[in-house]
């Protein structure tokens, strides 16, 4: 298979390159995240090097294979790569902006019990070239899109160097200008990670998935708590505070009877002391056979109120998607039994 020349920096574009001047690098890299999708397109190259492109090398490695959309105006893109693994990547819409949803592995390791990616187990890692790929997809389909979360299929603290490439391309200002701060990572608490982040992007926004602060359950809903426990997470995050000086967002799945207790307020509210921390509720809504109950509407009122009563910030995420396979992974795994 031919390398990609997506995902590359200008440098190691040119260093594929050595028979021609830096500043054709530069050109080629311009062009691919200004849309060109074919090396014939880049009509100010020369001849030679567009055959020597041709003969060598490829841009585009992956396809769009179906569009679900959403009454909300939330579209999945199902996309299959050159070994037919399928991932996924949505369009989030609101008043004000288009925000793209990105894959980062396909399937995840991590076994989170409330998570369709996980009952994948991890396939593989994305490439920096099938990361941006996804994105290039959505905008050919979206035009301009302002923000992107690291939020779909797999931990993308997992696959750090792939996620780090990338996020250095969709930043560039010759490749897609994005500001970094318009960039969220989300991680299930990959501790020595977390700390990296911070230090090579402390402009990118952090959301840890934290879902409980007793760590028995929570090693239950999510073993990678077994791994670095609720006192490592609470230390990794009052770094970031301090390296990057942003809040952290903690998302929270409210499980019925399991994590919503007066004792799990009170054990939040103590791991959110000394720290910036948003509270992010998502009522877990039940489809198929979950093993997991909803929280009724009341249940999610009365939760909130209690943990802004004790001081903290707290927002609840609105459903998108659910008129279609709208949980992270779903499609994907849908259509993979089909
Ligand atoms: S929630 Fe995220 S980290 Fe957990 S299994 Fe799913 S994809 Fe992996």
């Given amino acids: 298979m031919k390398q990609s020349l997506i995902g590359l920096m200008p440098e190691d574009i040119s260093n594929l390159l050595k028979d021609y001047p830096g500043f054709r690098a530069k050109q080629i890299f311009e062009h691919i995240y200004s849309g060109k999708k074919t090396f014939s397109q880049m009509s100010n190259l020369p001849k030679d090097l567009r055959a020597y492109l041709d003969d060598n090398f490829s841009l585009y490695n992956s396809e769009v294979v179906e569009i679900q959309k959403s009454i909300d105006g939330t579209e999945k893109f199902l ?25 980062t592995q396909i399937g995840c ?3 989170c019990s409330f998570c369709k990616t996980s009952e994948l187990g991890l396939v593989r890692d994305l490439d920096s070239s099938e990361i941006l790929q996804e994105f290039l997809h959505l905008i050919e389909v979206n035009g301009k899109i302002s923000n992107i979360v690291f939020m779909g299929m797999g931990e ?23 500001g970094r701060r318009k960039i969220t990572v989300s991680t299930c608490g990959l501790v020595p990670k977390m700390r990296r982040l911070a230090e090579d992007f402390p402009q990118v926004k952090l959301a840890v998935s934290l879902n409980s602060c007793d760590n028995s359950k929570r090693s239950e809903i999510m073993p990678v ?27 929270y799945v409210l499980l019925k009877d399991e994590n919503d207790s007066s004792g799990d307020i ?27 109950k909803s929280p009724s ?13 004790a001081g903290l910030k707290v927002t609840r995420r609105q459903s998108k998607g659910s008129d279609i396979d709208g949980a992270c992974g779903q499609l994907a795994a849908k259509s993979r039994k089909n």
């Fill in 156 to 178: 993308p603290l997992a696959n750090y160097s792939n996620l780090s490439i990338a996020i250095r391309v969709l930043t560039h200002e010759k490749g897609l200008g994005l």
């Fill in 79 to 103: 996309i299959r790569l050159y070994d037919n693994n399928l991932i996924e990547a949505v369009i989030l819409k609101d008043e004000e902006r288009l925000t793209a949803c990105l894959s």
């Fill in 225 to 251: 708590n077994k791994r670095y426990n609720l006192e490592e997470l609470k230390n990794a995050i009052k770094e970031f505070n301090d390296l990057t000086g942003k809040r952290v967002t903690a998302e």
């Fill in 297 to 309: 509407r009341r249940d999610v009122e009365k939760f909130m109120h209690s943990l802004e009563s």
């Fill in 266 to 292: 009170s054990k939040i509210v103590r791991f959110a002391s000394g720290l910036n921390l948003l509270i992010n509720v998502i009522p877990w809504n039940s489809k198929d056979n979950s093993a997991h």
């Fill in 109 to 111: 390791a991590m076994g």
